[in-house]
């Protein structure tokens, strides 16, 4: 799955689009590495996102195509 629509199935982000803009501006990073929206991701990924002066480090867990909001938690694990 691309790392955009991870980011917004699991609710990390809200929206495709902003996930898309994070990424581009550099501000997210997969296993050290500073990631592209397009970028494939699969469970174990370490994924770090900076939001403003906090950061969210989160492992990812799962994937699926949609979830609903309770089990989106179930997708990844904050670390």
Known sequence: M???KYLKVSRLIKRRTVAN???DAGRVTVNGRVAK?????KAG???EIGFGNKTVKVEVLDI???TKKDEAKEMFRYL
């Open 45 to 47: 990924d370490l994924i």
């Open 37 to 41: 929206a397009s970028l494939e991701v």
């Open 21 to 23: 803009e994070a990424c």
């Open 2 to 4: 691309r790392l955009d």
């Open 64 to 66: 699926r195509e949609t």
